[in-house]
């Protein structure tokens, strides 16, 4: 058997399969040869699917005989451009991902199956001269083009193919006959960047530095912009992106989450007069598609979007910007597991463009790359507005008076902070009345029947919930161990410490935001615009409270507990602690007055403690880069994980076993790469299945990379694979 070659003109196509190759499909004789980035139908098995074509080839490993022929050609015009198809074949590589699922992650749903693109919805018709003149002459033969015509008549600036589709089904046969006599034309597009709404601010110091350095980086540069929360990190973002959309080019800006960020679009619309889209999870499907065509399109200015944004295409790019770059959330946890920064930087590599990372509270992966040389760093240690940071004080719960979960200097806080007519803030990041219930009598706790964890009584509902599994129960109303007749509830969640401050204060307006009273839509905004309108005078709350919004009318924070992240055996505790209370203390105190952060601890001696009181990252990234170089952990070494679960119990725990010894073999030629025994995990049983993880270890990249690229190979060819729900995490965030 020969190979196919010479002459047959043939593609390769990646398919939304679970494979990580490329499949090779012969163009048929007398049929053009589809572009890399077309989609094309091809037969695969006894189906046929839908996959876009990476390259173009003049040969294949395949013999002749078992080449097929395309089925049919979906796109005339590539949809992603080469440098779009480069960076996903890069990520496939680097995520050992199967470069089809990669693909369809990166299309909007609409362009996943085998649908031509529809015509952009956004242009719009209007009114000619000619087309008033005939309306003037009444309804003639064709009622259809009389009714279009004084639809448009009545709208100036012109109607869409959705508002005309309302009219009539048949508006497209009625308008093409129409433009065809003059009478309607198309309306140009509104020019993606038509200039600024507002004069900026006179750049402080610091913000020109980076703003300058940004903008003299010819082609490809990481920059790391860590300034306090309120520096002017978002002031210097507006600059960058206005140089670029001046040269005509377009942005892309990512944020961690979109639902709390209409205080960043309204600042753009408010500085940009241009075509900004924000992806939000509120678009229907052909608005994504909209938005998505303007931008690789090149007819939108700015991009804002989370996550997944990051692969949109962009005709133009000139500048990518990463807010929050610390945040978890870029980190996608399920099914194809990227990190939205570091697809970030590769596509600003690719494209040739700086990419902009900010925070007040960079990532030590980060931070080091800053350190290292790598990131070009700028600090602003000061806010423009000369507002202070708030001054953060430890509270010894040991040695204080505690009344459910408040200590007696918060609740004196809280009453002097209402006192003075301010809000006050309560940070908890556990919702829920209480994490555990409890037998006094024979020591009995409730746990969760699927998994390895209590289960916390939500008293509204008087339900009891896994916060892993979903699962709900009733509480007992007596011990089913024991009998005792009476089971209690220890600790406290965010319900319960909203009762005991409207104990505390009668009277007071408390808004609670956490999952359970934001999970109808517009809930959240809804109790958000109380806050902001003052209404509310403590507010309590999850980590939600701790991501973008700002409370100028908030002075007082509370954390009612940090000592979770204290003791955690996650390696990354530390830095979410620093991260959590520097964003959270951050809120507070923007307006003239200053503000006050309390937090409870039993543990005031922590060393941990110390760099987040003084609002010093600098002391706090010593200390902890010195502990991950200590214990080898990133940054200093890079890390996958192969996940493994199953329903029988140590199913998976052998599965990882076979697959350590398969790794050992492998990892003779990669000496440096250090594999380490499997474990059940943390939480070994969730949702009634049982888990085991195995971690690889290694100080450079390319070994890492080699390796697993062999051993994903082999993992996918052994039969055991079969018998577990597998996954492989490169560069994993959560470990446990
Ligand atoms: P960050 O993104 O670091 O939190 P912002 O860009 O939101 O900071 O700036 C914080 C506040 O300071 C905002 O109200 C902003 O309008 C204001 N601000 C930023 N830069 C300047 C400046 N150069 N002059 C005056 N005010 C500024
Ligand atoms: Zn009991
Ligand atoms: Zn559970």
Not at 295 to 301: K, L, P, T
Request: charged share 25%; net charge positive; hydrophobic share 40%.
């Amino acid at each position: 058997m020969t190979a196919a070659s010479a002459g047959a003109d043939l593609v390769q196509v990646a398919l939304p399969v679970p494979l990580r190759q490329l499949f090779d499909y012969r163009v048929p004789a007398g049929t053009m040869v589809p572009e890399p980035g077309c989609r094309v139908r091809v037969p695969f098995g006894r189906r046929t699917l839908t996959g876009v074509v990476l390259a173009r080839t003049a040969r294949s490993d395949l013999p002749p005989e078992r080449l097929k022929n395309l089925a049919a050609i979906v796109d005339r015009q590539p949809l992603l451009a080469p440098a779009d198809l480069a960076m996903l074949t890069w990520i496939a590589d680097y995520y050992l991902h199967p470069v089809g699922e990669v693909c369809a992650a990166a299309l909007p749903v609409l362009l996943r199956g085998d649908k031509p693109p529809r015509e952009a919805e956004d242009r719009r018709w209007h009114l000619t001269t000619a087309g008033r003149e005939r309306l003037a002459a009444g309804a003639g033969r064709a009622p259809l083009q009389f009714r279009l015509l004084a639809a448009l008549a009545e709208n100036d600036a012109g109607l869409d193919a959705a508002a005309l589709r309302l009219l009539s089904p048949r508006w497209r046969t009625a308008l093409d006959a129409l433009v065809r006599d003059d009478c309607v034309a198309m309306a140009p597009l509104p020019e993606a960047y038509r200039g600024l709404r507002e004069d900026p601010p006179a750049a402080t110091p610091g913000q020109a530095e980076a703003i300058a350095a940004i903008g003299q980086s010819h082609g490809f540069r990481c920059h790391l912009v860590h300034g306090i929360t309120g520096s002017g990190k978002t002031e210097i973002y507006l600059r960058c992106i206005e140089r670029v959309l001046a040269q005509g080019r377009q942005c892309l800006v990512l944020v961690p989450e979109i639902a709390l960020t209409p205080q960043l679009e309204s600042r753009f619309r408010n500085r940009f007069d241009a075509v900004i889209d924000v992806l939000h999870s509120g678009l229907t499907e052909t608005q994504r598609l909209q938005a998505w065509q303007r931008a690789a399109g090149g007819r939108s200015a700015v991009v804002i979007g989370t996550r997944s944004a990051v692969f949109v295409p962009l005709a133009r790019p000139g500048l990518v910007i990463l807010d929050e770059e610390h945040d978890p959330s870029y980190k996608q946890q399920e099914g194809f597991r990227y990190h939205a920064r570091d697809v970030a930087i590769k596509r600003a590599s690719l494209a040739g463009i700086p990419v902009v990372l900010g925070s007040a509270t960079p990532s030590l992966e980060s931070y080091h790359n800053a350190l290292q040389g790598r990131f070009q760093l700028t600090q602003l240690h000061e806010r423009p507005t000369r507002a202070g940071l708030p001054a953060v004080h430890l509270l010894d719960l040991a040695h204080l008076p505690v009344e459910h979960g408040i200590s007696r200097p918060l609740r004196d806080a809280i009453g002097a902070c209402r006192a003075r007519g301010e809000q006050s803030l309560l940070f908890l990041n556990r919702r829920g009345f209480a994490p555990a219930i409890y037998c006094p009598a024979c020591g009995w706790l409730a746990h969760c029947p699927r998994c390895d964890a209590r289960l916390t009584w939500h008293r509204a509902a008087d339900r009891l919930r896994c916060h892993h599994c979903g699962h709900v129960g009733s509480r007992p109303r007596q011990c089913p161990q024991c009998g005792e007749p009476e089971v209690i509830s220890l600790g406290q969640g965010t319900e319960n410490i909203h009762d005991t401050l409207q104990q505390l204060f009668p009277g007071a307006v408390i808004e609670r935001i956490d999952r359970d009273t934001t999970r109808r839509r517009g809930e959240l905004e809804q109790r958000l615009t109380r806050v902001h309108a003052g209404e509310a005078e403590i507010l309590v709350g999850t980590q939600m409270l701790s991501k973008g919004h700002d409370f100028p009318g908030v002075t007082l924070v509370g954390i009612v507990d940090c000592d979770q992240l204290l003791f955690s055996a996650d390696f990354r505790a530390s830095e979410r602690l620093f991260q959590l209370v520097t964003q959270v203390a951050g809120r507070c105190g923007r307006a003239e007055r200053p503000g006050t952060v309390l937090i409870q601890t039993r543990f005031p001696q922590s060393p941990w403690l110390q760099p987040v009181i003084r609002h010093d990252y600098a002391a706090f990234a010593d200390m902890a880069l010195a502990e991950r170089q200590a214990a080898d952990y990133p940054p200093y070494t890079h890390l996958a994980l192969l996940r493994a679960e199953a329903a029988g119990r140590n199913v998976a725990l052998a599965f990882l076993e076979a697959m350590h010894r398969l790794a050992q073999e492998l990892a003779v030629t990669t000496p440096s790469v250090e594999v380490m025994e499997p474990l059940p995990s943390l939480m070994e049983k969730r949702a009634g299945r049982y888990r085991a993880q195995l971690l690889v270890q290694s100080r450079q990249r390319a070994p890492l990379h080699q390796f697993l690229a062999r051993w994903r190979g082999a993992i996918e060819a052994s039969r055991r694979s079969r018998t577990v729900r597998w996954s492989l995490d490169v560069d994993p965030v959560d470990l446990y």
